[in-house]
């Protein structure tokens, strides 16, 4: 079982960075690829970007390339997302999730396990 808590969201103008964290409890932490996926209100929950269990490869949607970094430290059992110049379209429901394949998913139902999500909103 692996519990996670995202933290980090918030309201921030249009061109600014928040960095999103998620906590995950479990001693088998490095054993999982981790994802963020977000979701609009009335959309679908889509994919972001993903990492690895060693961190070496990373994933992200086509959207957020260059403006979005993932990244873990699994010394502290924490994955992260760096966003910089953030645009109103950036803004939703953010989510992490954690599955146990060497290659993370792309796709939300084939994640083992979600966290409750933070908001973030991006105003013009």
């Known amino acids: 079982q692996v519990q996670l808590v995202e933290s980090g969201g918030g309201l921030v103008q249009a061109g600014g960075s928040l960095r999103l964290s998620c906590a995950a409890s479990?001693?088998?932490?490095?054993?999982?690829?981790m994802g963020w996926f977000r979701q609009a209100p009335g959309k679908e929950r889509d994919f972001v970007a993903a990492?690895?269990?060693?961190?070496?490869?990373?994933y992200y949607a086509d959207s957020v390339k260059g403006r979005f970094t993932i990244s873990r430290d699994n010394a502290k059992n924490t994955v992260y997302l760096q966003m910089n110049s953030l645009k109103p379209e950036d803004t939703a429901v953010y989510y992490c999730?954690?599955?146990?394949?060497?290659?993370?998913?792309?796709?939300?139902?084939?994640?083992?396990?979600w966290g409750q999500g933070t908001q973030v909103t991006v105003s013009s």
């Open positions: 479990g001693r088998t932490f490095g054993k999982y690829a």
């Open positions: 990492i690895t269990w060693s961190g070496g490869t990373t």
């Open positions: 999730a954690a599955d146990d394949h060497r290659i993370p998913p792309l796709i939300p139902h084939e994640y083992d396990y």
